[in-house]
């Protein structure tokens, strides 16, 4: 993997890529996105992650993947809890289908 020099007219690079997680270098700041806590980046292609834009100074998406992130939620993790909880349960009817109940 190639990677940008640091320098003031880039926003935002990714760095390196690992069996653990992505760095990303932000306006002169490092940020390690763990797949424990970003699964969504895991088994993705080498471009779609490090096709990155930073938009409005704060705003990070990847378009490849539809991913929005702001750099907010890098500094404050506890201010944004990633886990989904929800109460859906799916059952097979006897048509074969699978439907979700509540």
């Given at each position: 993997m190639k990677s940008l020099k640091h320098g003031k007219g880039i926003s935002v690079s990714v760095?390196?890529?690992?069996?653990?997680g992505i760095w990303l270098y932000i306006?002169?700041?490092e940020y390690f996105l763990s797949y424990k806590d970003y699964p969504y980046f895991k088994d993705q292609t080498?471009?779609?992650?490090q096709n990155v834009q930073l938009l409005h100074g704060y705003h990070l998406y990847?378009?490849?993947?539809d991913i929005d992130l702001e750099i907010d939620n890098l500094e404050n993790p506890e201010k944004?809890?990633?886990q989904f909880k929800t109460n859906?349960?799916?059952t097979k009817k006897?048509?074969?289908r699978r439907v979700a109940s509540f």
């Open positions: 760095e390196n890529i690992t069996p653990f306006r002169e700041k080498l471009g779609s992650i990847w378009p490849d993947l944004y809890p990633l859906i349960h799916l006897s048509s074969g």
